[in-house]
């Protein structure tokens, strides 16, 4: 695998390195050994998916608080999405920064999200498929998020937004700080 860093520190975009032959490709998706080298968090606990089945689908910003807090890899399956992490955690130069990126079934790359980091998506297509692999398990009274739209964060989404769960809608908007 090969670990393109991003503008948020500890964030990497996962890209695999496939052998190929005449059947077709292998790659690692996941390996403890060269997650440990650059610093990563290399315990992954629980796996889980969403599927959305129209193209805008907006999901997030999530995140769980601490002492609950959770690294996630997370690959597009099926489909496109528009991946975005937002840096929250306190003291960091990148604090409130957000970064988005296109993962799809097609590109077959991942996002780590570090601890102390949002996440959210846009579908890009429909039927889209997301697996999460997170290094600790769902705490629902541990689970936080901002409003998508926050202006502090700045997104800029690619498509209008729509199909978003009545919680996302719900979910605090942060202003921009002064």
Same mark, same amino acid.
């Given at each position: 695998? #090969?670990?393109?860093?991003?503008?948020?520190? /500890? $964030?990497?975009? @996962?890209e695999i390195e496939p052998l190929t032959d005449e059947r077709g490709?292998? $790659?690692?998706?996941?390996?403890?050994?060269?997650?440990?080298?650059? /610093?990563?968090?290399?315990? @992954?606990? +629980?796996?889980?998916?969403? &599927?959305?089945?129209? #193209? /805008?689908? &907006?999901? /997030? &910003?999530?995140? %769980? $608080?601490? !002492?609950?807090?959770?690294?996630? *890899?997370?690959?597009?399956?099926?489909?496109?999405?528009?991946?975005?992490? *937002?840096?929250?955690?306190?003291?960091?130069?990148?604090?409130?920064?957000?970064?988005?990126?296109? @993962?799809?079934?097609?590109?077959?790359? +991942? @996002?780590?999200?570090?601890?102390?980091?949002?996440?959210?998506? %846009?579908t890009l297509e429909p039927d889209t498929e997301v697996l999460y +692999?997170?290094?600790? $398990?769902?705490?629902?009274?541990?689970?936080?998020?901002?409003?998508?739209?926050?202006?502090?964060?700045?997104?800029?989404?690619?498509?209008?937004? *729509?199909?978003?769960?009545?919680?996302? %809608?719900?979910?605090?908007?942060?202003?921009? !700080?002064?």
């Open positions: 695998m #090969r670990f393109e860093n991003t503008p948020l520190g /500890g $964030a990497f975009v @996962l490709f292998f $790659a690692r998706t996941f390996c403890r050994e060269e997650f440990e080298k650059h /610093g990563l968090e290399p315990e @992954l606990v +629980q796996c889980s998916i969403s &599927l959305s089945r129209e #193209r /805008g689908t &907006l999901r /997030g &910003l999530h995140f %769980q $608080a601490a !002492p609950h807090e959770e690294a996630r *890899v997370v690959r597009c399956t099926r489909g496109r999405i528009y991946d975005v992490i *937002v840096d929250l955690r306190e003291g960091s130069d990148t604090r409130l920064r957000s970064y988005g990126t296109e @993962l799809s079934a097609e590109n077959r790359r +991942q @996002l780590y999200v570090p601890e102390g980091f949002a996440h959210g998506f %846009q +692999q997170m290094s600790t $398990a769902y705490v629902p009274e541990a689970a936080r998020g901002y409003h998508y739209a926050s202006p502090a964060f700045a997104i800029a989404w690619p498509l209008p937004p *729509v199909n978003v769960s009545p919680r996302d %809608q719900e979910l605090e908007s942060l202003p921009v !700080p002064e």
